[in-house]
């Protein structure tokens, strides 16, 4: 178990212009639920069973009223750049006008960083969708997908020369299969035709929202945030069913947005499944991104079902996280790489790598040895693909301080930092403490 977080001092990870950094997302820290039109969170949240301690993100870590102390315990991380995202429903009303002081706290919030010399990544949707506009189909209607690009017109007018990068969506997978195909997200769907079909929408949503981007903000680069599992087969006689899994669920996505096609699994569906694609869709989903943002934290095992389908397998006696999560960092290396092999890739950014872990805060410190343990083999993951070519250029912690972990609300602590909900105080736990550690030894 490594007790500290290191590379070896000749990385190109230690060296300009690679991009140290942490990040989070709106609904799981921001709060101030009543200054903001509700979101399809705040709805799934009510449903009984839906979020595992019954809480939700009203509160979370207060991070509206707190923020400029949290802009300044990410400067003292000595991070280069902070990934946070917007809430379009703090940022307009429902009739499209817009919300002055939701602008205004993002505002503040960014000049805040850039003052500190902190690079802004700014993703545009991170899961919180209006809930007026679910009322009306969400995901499912096509007008969504323009609804977006019109709020990103908004955001990149009013916060223009406040951003440094723009990431469309985070991981269309989970807002699509999680919250439309298996409904264990909101908006809590459950229908393999509605996956398919918010999963084109989140697509085209973010192909037209790169059109508006190149427009307002030639200058700053734009593109979008996926998720990875990479798929293994259990034995043998699952790599087929391996093969239909990465296909369905990573591949999916970025084939779509870096050739303009989906992978060929989409003629094995039925037409009752298939997504209805517009003529000119797959052309505006491959609009060129200036970066692709991979966020990893385990591989997953699949065997063949009985229908020459796939499912999830679970491998024994390996090392897991709090989520139940394999500690795979290899996978990480073999991702890249993988990618790497597959497609011409623009810079890629690892957007988000973390493990929650059941932390305890004793007399003061929380000694969190796993996630030192895990940042550093994973950050050494990225040291090799990068030494076998991949061209990626940053690395973001999940998260900055724990946060609402969606359906398994407070429970989970993925954070560098530990909240202390009932005070919101916030404790630097001791992985925040080597990742500052190394990245000052790089600045040295
Ligand atoms: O907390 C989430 C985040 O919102 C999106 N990526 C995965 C993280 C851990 O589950």
Known sequence: MFKTISLPASSPLLAQPFIFGVATASFQIEGARDTRLPCIWDTFCQQPHSIADNSNGDNACEH???????????????????????AWSRVLHQDGSINQQGVDFYRNLLKALKARNIKTFVTLYHWDLPQHLEDQGGWLNRDTAQAFADYTDVVSRELDGLVDSYATLNEPF????????????????????????????????????????????????AGIVLNFSPSYPLTKADEHAAMLAE????????????????????????????????????????????????????????????????????????????M????????????????????????????????????????????DIERVDYFHTHLNAVHAAVEQGVNVQGYFAWSLMDNFEWAYGY?????????????????????????????????K
């Not at 707190?66 to 917007?86: E, F, G, H, N």
């Not at 095992?301 to 796939?310: G, I």
């Not at 954070?415 to 030894?441: F, H």
């Open 174 to 221: 989970c807002s699509a299969y999680l919250g439309y195909e298996i409904g264990v997200h909101a908006p809590g769907i459950k229908s393999q035709q509605a996956g398919r079909q918010a999963a084109h929408h989140l697509l085209l949503a973010h192909g037209l929202a790169m059109q508006v981007l190149r427009k307002n903000c030639p200058d700053v680069e």
């Open 64 to 86: 509206v009223k707190y923020w400029q102390q949290d802009v300044a315990m990410i400067a003292d991380l000595a991070v280069d750049a902070y990934r946070l995202s917007i």
């Open 324 to 367: 139940g999560w394999e500690v795979y960092p290899q996978g990480l290396t073999e991702l890249l790489l993988s990618l790497h092999r597959q497609y011409q890739l623009p810079k890629v950014y690892i957007t988000e790598n973390g493990a929650a872990m059941a932390d305890t805060l004793t007399e003061g410190c929380v000694e």
């Open 411 to 443: 429970n989970k602590r993925f954070g560098l930092v530990y909240v202390e909900y009932a005070t919101q105080k916030r404790i630097l736990k001791q992985s925040a403490k080597q990742y500052r550690a190394l990245l000052k030894q790089r600045k």
């Open 247 to 322: 296909q369905y669920h990573n591949q999916w996505y970025i084939k779509a947005i870096l050739t303009g096609a989906y992978p060929a699994l989409l003629n094995q569906l039925s037409d009752t499944v298939k997504p209805v694609i517009g003529d000119n869709d797959m052309a505006i989903i491959s609009e060129k991104v200036d970066f692709i943002g991979v966020n990893y934290y385990t591989r997953i095992h699949y065997s063949r079902t009985a229908d020459n389908w796939f499912a999830e397998a679970e491998l024994k006696n390996v090392p897991v996280t709090d």
